[in-house]
Each structure stands twice: as structure tokens, then as C-alpha cells.
């Protein structure tokens, strides 16, 4: 046909026979293959049509047939491509949005309004009359405990509405939002490869080509997807779950950059605009529930960790654990904002103590709850918190430590720290009083001790830090004697006698 299409003006009456018949033939052949593969595109529309399947057994097979119309004949080609188009964007998006509408049915109890850091116990529970029976089914919304679970998932299944509803089960959005969005990529990549493989003709433009049916097919589509997604977004009060969602679409980027499929990127950059915003809207809720406690009044009523500080550090431990291998600048700079905050009302609740040895210890055993919580994750990414912490812990910890020995011990100390300020008499008086008194100190430092702190491994860890810094004062103040040359005329009381006692206090705590 080439021949006689390059040489249809040479006077051949031979060519001028055969043209007309071969042109008659082209016009035969194109219409069959139109109407072979316009009937197998209607049966992609048939219920439970499997559409990779056909694909492969019937379109890629009969590959060479869509090539012949794409060269001989535009139109035939052109109205194939367009009932291809129309037929699987009614499947996808038909599909996708029953999909889209049975997973929200599937949907756990999620965090409310009131689920932030610095709202008391009574306004989440709602009151006397509040919902009881909601909060027996609601997910820690601070703590990320095996809701992590869902990024390492290496299993491709995702979740099966008939199953899940003949199981009663129910499951947190990021769950969910990973199913929605892992079948999608997985049916969009197949598509797109589908697409450049069957639809493309000229290597040069078969990117372009491949793009813009798939947008063509995709575009609706991916508006449910959007919509899936936008419809929780815009009355979540749920942190962890935004940031899960986050991390889940990072991953599902990544592999759609895996397998060379770049047709999504409008779409998970969409999701990501979605997502991030809400996100740092909760932070800021979460901040500003911290600041309005801050100008609350008779916030403390004992010594023991307050409330807002196991789900500060079930909070920022599970912030920190989603931001691994990530380093968020945003959420990096939400943590240190929220950390500062919280410092602020710690602070503020301890000064409503009068008495100096409680806001210490209240200061104490705080910290200690936000360091148990961190440690308990398990994971280095808390490591520069944990240090944080622990230096606030240990400056505290000090300071209780003088304010338990100063009043049994506060002459020594005052000796031991300036010297040159005692003399011999004091020293003398200072001796004699520590001889008589040390073993009934050590047992009211030890009562005192139980007194601040129920737990038992930071009791014990205070306890521990109380005796040792008597040891020392103690020996710098027989060192003092020695220098002053009354140490063996005093006799005092050795410290080996007073390390003895001591040890039967740290193993009985």
C-alpha cells in the first residue's frame, strides 16, 4: 500500500487496478478490528470484569491489530482510544468510590475536639453525663504504641469490606487511607504501563501520549481519592494519624518512583497539601490547650506526675519515633515548640508549691514519667530528648538532694563549702552533733524519701543520690579535720561506720 500510495500518479494500469481493492480491503480490515476491540472494551464493563487479565489475553495479544488502525486509519484509532477512555474511567472511579465509601464505614472512634494536651479529664470524658461507652472504644490518640505497625507492613494485601464487615471489624484511618491508596497505585501502575505499551506508536512522544490518556482515565479518580482524604482531614483532631498518613504516602511516592510510574506525583503532592496543614493545625491546638492552662489557677494538687505529662511524652515520643529517618524541618521545630510550652506549665504547676523540697519534687517526678515513657519506646530517634530530660532530671534530682541533707546536715555543709569561715569550735560542735545524731537522720531522710516518691526505681535512684552526696560532704569534712589537726583528738565517727548504715537503707528502699 506504501508502494502504490508513493507512486499513485505514474500512469501503471496495473497500480490503478489494485489501488482501489487494497483501499477497500484497508477500509474491511480497519472496521473489523474497530469492532473487535470496541466489543472487548464493553466487556470491561461487565460486573467482576477482571481488567488486567483481558488486558493481557486479548489486547496486548492482538497488539499488532491496534498498530495496523493507528497507522491506516486515524479515525477508527482515535474512536477506540475514546470508548477505552470513557469505559475504564467509569470502572476506576465507579469502583473506587464504592471502595472509598465502605472503608469510611469501617472507620474506629477518632480523636475529638477536646483530645488535646492541655484539656482536663473532666471536658474529655464530656462531663458526668459524658460519652463513657466512646471513650472504651478510643485509640490513645497520644501514644503511638502498634499504630506504627501499619509502615512496616511488607504484606501488599489490603483490607476486603465484605471480609472486614462479616468480621465486625474496625480499623484507624491511616489503616484505611493505606488500603485506599495501595490499591490505587497498584491498579494506576498497571494501567499506565498498559497504556504506553498498547496506545504509544512514536517512542518520542509516547511519554506524552501515555500521560495524557491516563490523566484522561485517572483524573476523576483520583478527585475521590482526594475527596477520601480530604473528608477526615477536615475534622481530624488526630496528630498521629495525619503524620502516619504522611509517612504512608511518602512511602507510596517512593514506590511509585520504583516502578517508574510518574503519573501520580500531582496526586500524592495533592494528598501531602492536605495532609501537612492539618497537621501542624492540631500541633498548634495541641500548643494552645498548653498556653491556657498556663493562665489556669490550682492546677496542682499533689506532688505526683500531673496528667498533661504522660500524654506530652506519650506525644512527643511518638512524634519523634514518626519523624526517623525523615527529619522533618517542620515537625522537628512542632516538637521544640510544643516541648517549650509544656516546660512552661510544668514550671508554672510547680510553683504553686509552697514548700521548696515538693516543687522539686514534683519537678522530679515528672520528669522521670516523661523519661520512662521515652525510653519505653525503644528507639534511638528519642535519644537527644532522653538527654534533654535526663539533664533537667539530674539538675533537680541535685537540688532535692541538698534540700533533704541541709536540714539535718546543714553545718557540715556550710563547713565543707567555705572552710575558712569555721573554726575550731565548730568544728568541734559540728563532730560531736554528727556522732549523735547521723543514725537517726539517715532513717528520717529515708521516710522523708518514700514521702516524695512512689516509685520505686526513682525513690530508690534519689535515695541512692542523698546518701552518696553524705558520704561526701562527710569525708571533705574529716578531711577538714585532719587539716586543722584535731582529727584524732575528736575521735569522730569513721566512714566505714557510716557507709555500713547506709548501705541497709539503699537495699531496703
Request: with cysteine; hydrophobic share 40%; proline share 3%.
Amino acid at each position: 500500500m506504501r508502494f502504490i500510495k508513493a507512486n499513485q500518479h505514474r500512469p501503471i494500469k496495473a497500480l490503478q487496478n489494485v489501488g482501489p481493492e487494497l483501499e477497500k480491503l484497508r477500509l474491511k480490515a480497519a472496521s473489523t478490528i474497530r469492532d473487535f476491540f470496541l466489543s472487548r472494551i464493553q466487556l470491561l464493563c461487565v460486573p467482576n470484569a477482571n481488567i488486567q487479565i483481558m488486558q493481557q489475553s486479548v489486547f496486548l495479544k492482538y497488539k499488532n491489530l491496534h498498530s495496523f488502525v493507528m497507522e491506516r486509519h486515524h479515525d477508527a484509532a482515535t474512536e477506540i482510544r475514546q470508548t477505552y477512555i470513557n469505559a475504564l474511567r467509569w470502572y476506576f472511579h465507579n469502583h473506587f468510590e464504592r471502595y472509598s465509601k465502605g472503608l469510611i464505614k469501617l472507620q474506629t472512634v477518632s480523636a475529638e475536639k477536646s483530645d488535646l494536651i492541655g484539656i482536663e479529664e473532666s471536658a474529655r470524658k464530656g462531663g458526668i453525663f459524658g460519652g463513657a461507652k466512646v471513650a472504651l472504644n478510643k485509640t490513645n490518640v497520644f501514644a503511638l504504641g502498634d499504630r506504627s505497625d501499619t509502615l512496616r507492613i511488607q504484606d501488599p494485601g489490603v483490607i476486603l469490606i465484605h471480609v472486614a464487615e462479616a468480621k465486625e471489624q474496625k480499623y484507624q484511618f491511616e489503616q484505611l487511607f493505606r488500603s485506599f491508596n495501595l490499591t490505587l497505585i497498584d491498579n494506576a501502575s498497571s494501567e499506565y504501563l498498559f497504556i504506553h505499551e498498547f496506545f504509544s506508536r512514536d517512542p518520542k512522544s509516547a511519554a506524552d501520549t501515555t500521560k495524557t490518556i491516563f490523566q484522561s482515565i485517572f483524573e476523576s479518580t483520583e478527585k475521590v481519592g482526594i475527596q477520601f482524604t480530604k473528608t477526615y482531614v477536615e475534622n481530624c483532631y488526630d496528630a498521629v494519624g495525619i503524620l502516619l498518613c504522611i509517612r504512608i504516602n511518602t512511602q507510596l511516592a517512593l514506590e511509585l518512583q520504583r516502578r517508574r510510574v510518574p503519573a501520580l506525583e500531582g496526586y500524592t503532592n495533592a494528598t501531602n497539601m492536605l495532609l501537612w496543614p492539618r497537621f501542624q493545625h492540631i500541633i498548634s491546638l495541641h500548643i494552645d490547650s498548653l498556653k491556657k492552662m498556663f493562665h489556669s489557677k490550682s492546677l496542682v494538687k499533689d506532688i505526683h506526675p500531673h496528667y498533661i505529662t504522660r500524654r506530652y511524652a506519650e506525644f512527643a515520643a511518638s512524634l519523634l519515633v514518626l519523624n526517623d529517618g525523615y527529619d522533618d524541618a517542620i515537625l522537628s521545630n512542632s516538637i521544640h515548640r510544643l516541648r517549650d510550652e509544656f516546660e512552661a506549665v510544668l514550671s508554672r504547676m510547680s510553683n504553686e508549691l509552697t514548700d521548696s523540697p515538693k516543687r522539686i519534687a514534683f519537678l522530679v517526678n515528672n520528669y522521670d514519667l516523661i523519661l520512662s515513657v521515652l525510653q519505653e519506646t525503644h528507639s534511638h530517634a528519642v535519644e537527644n530528648e532522653v538527654n534533654y530530660f535526663k539533664q533537667l532530671h539530674s539538675l533537680q534530682k541535685n537540688a532535692f538532694v541538698d534540700e533533704q541533707l541541709k536540714p539535718y546536715f546543714g553545718p557540715m555543709i556550710q563547713c565543707v563549702q567555705k572552710p575558712e569561715n569555721c573554726s575550731i569550735p565548730d568544728l568541734e560542735r559540728i563532730s560531736s552533733h554528727f556522732a549523735q545524731t547521723w543514725r537517726q537522720s539517715l532513717k528520717s531522710i529515708n521516710a522523708s524519701v518514700i514521702q516524695y516518691f512512689s516509685n520505686f526505681k526513682n525513690g530508690t535512684s534519689v535515695l541512692h543520690a542523698v546518701l552518696a552526696q553524705l558520704i561526701v560532704y562527710y569525708t571533705k569534712f574529716l578531711d577538714i579535720l585532719e587539716k586543722r589537726n584535731i582529727l584524732a583528738r575528736l575521735h569522730p565517727v569513721g566512714v566505714q561506720t557510716v557507709m555500713v548504715e547506709i548501705k541497709k537503707f539503699r537495699s531496703t528502699f
